[in-house]
């Protein structure tokens, strides 16, 4: 019966990949539309639910990498999805005041193109079986090269111009006395995630790269 | 006799190789090859015999008090060794020393002084017994932990990658003013008196039964350091294998149960977590040697690191 469940785990995942790319098509074309219709302060405006609803969605991946339904391993999922979880909700639904930046419109496109061929290169591995073409391949590993910048860079400047608003607002901050001596400062905790940028960013570039030469070379010897 | 060095990749490591006395020991040969290289010295060279390509056996790493003929080929009197650079190192009472020191400078330093200032409180401060106890409390544990670097501890590697001093002082010294920062603080909330004698009571009494802990196992080793692994035994070792990490933990506790900190209990839990992986080895390690084939005795059966759990 293992084939009816490799079969089982085929179509959810091809579904799952699928559905999620047409969550990141829409985001990708509301954000051009809404850029070229009403200027990149409305941009997230037009893009916040399908955002909203895809990168959300994400956190199912790290439940897949926990059952054992897909391979990767979830100490790198993990962060990846951290990061952008905290962006979308921790700092771009938390605090409207940051929506109009036009960081919005580079990060949101950033992140749309790099899903949108991460999504359809799973999703078509998982529904037909093979690889696609070289050329679709190597655009998944090389359009990182310009967009992990582009999109760190957006995810960074945006929690950096973010900070006024944190600490004005006081949310999601838990203060002393208390019977546990326990204190938590969103402000600060905002600014230590911009600390862990620093030595993270090339870090993750680097490994990118690394998985990079290794597809690459791979596809050479084939 | 003629010695080869090799690198892990094959490729000869001195050329020529080197030549050393029939008597000579590992140390001797771990002199020659830092007298050529200037570079290694002995504590960063690990040296190894070769082990057949494809085989899945752990090479045998040589023994510096051995002699050279313990491992050479007999007939021919010539030895082949594979030389590995662990990086630079640094010695193990070096890095304790200073992964201590921070904590015992730096959890005073927001006792002592009017640093909240800088946090945005006001000077004005009321101190809770509970506060001062607890400065005395943690000075004397790393302050214990000091001295036992320096006059207890038997080490069976001399050195550790000196990368290890970023990893391990950062753990430390971050930790250490995590919790400093709130048991000192100006708006601390104090626990109950009896819960307070409670904690700092049982951590005390941990705190001197892992020493007890700590005297045992350098006991078990031979003074001019011969190392090696023996069974434990004696105090709470006959019923678990790593009691000296059983003690710390539960002397941590009473510090908590005392002191009553979110920061204090994370900390806790990232200690027992790291030191149950280093008991789940150790015990691994002991259970596979004393296996009790060809004479040697059986490791008995002993809880790894906390009763009733693990």
Known sequence: MASALTVLRRLYLSIYNWLVFIGWFQVLFLALKALKESGHEHVYNAVEKPLLLAQSAAVMEILHGLIGLVRSPVSSTLPQIGSRLYLTWGILWSFPEIRTHILVTSLVISWAITEIIRYSFFGMKEAFGFAPSWHLWLSRYSTFLVLYPTGISSEVGLIYFALPYIKASEKYCFRMPNKWNFSFDYFYAAILALGIYVPGSPHLYHYMLGQRKRALSKSKKE | ?310
């Open chain 2, 1 to 310: 006799m003629k010695v080869t060095l090799v690198s892990r990749s094959g490729r000869e490591f001195i050329n020529g190789g080197l030549e050393l006395p029939d008597s000579a020991t590992v140390a001797d040969l771990q002199e020659a090859i830092y007298k050529r290289t200037k570079k290694f010295y002995p504590s960063r060279q690990r040296l190894t015999l070769p082990v057949p390509p494809g085989s899945k056996e752990r090479p045998v790493v040589l023994n510096y008090k051995k002699s050279l003929k313990d491992y050479s080929d007999e007939k021919q009197n010539k030895l082949t060794v594979v030389f590995k650079d662990l990086g630079p190192q640094v010695s193990y009472s070096t890095l304790f020393f200073f992964e201590y020191l921070g904590p015992l400078i730096l959890y005073p330093i927001f006792y002592y002084f009017p640093v909240y200032k800088f946090f945005g409180y006001g000077e004005d401060r009321v101190i809770h017994p509970v506060q001062t106890y607890a400065v005395y409390y943690w000075c004397f544990h790393y302050l214990k932990r000091i001295t036992e670097t320096f006059f207890v501890h038997r080490f069976s590697h001399a050195t550790s990658p000196f990368s290890n001093v970023f990893r391990n002082c950062a753990y430390y010294w971050l930790f250490g003013s995590y919790i400093a920062y709130y048991v000192n603080h100006p708006l601390y909330t104090p626990v109950g008196d009896l819960q307070m004698k409670i904690g700092f009571g049982f951590g005390l009494v941990c705190q001197l039964s892992n020493l007890y802990c700590h005297i045992i196992l350098k006991n078990l080793r031979n003074p001019d350091g011969s190392g090696g692994y023996q069974i434990p035994h004696g105090f709470l070792f006959n019923i678990v294998t790593c009691a000296n990490y059983t003690t710390e933990i539960y002397q941590w506790l009473g510090f908590n149960i005392a002191t009553q900190t979110v920061a204090g209990y994370v900390f806790l839990v990232v200690a027992t977590s790291i030191m149950t992986n280093w008991a789940l080895a150790k015990h691994r390690r002991l259970k596979k040697l004393f296996d009790g084939n060809e004479g040697r005795p059986k490791y008995p059966r002993r809880w790894v690191i906390l009763p009733p759990f693990l």
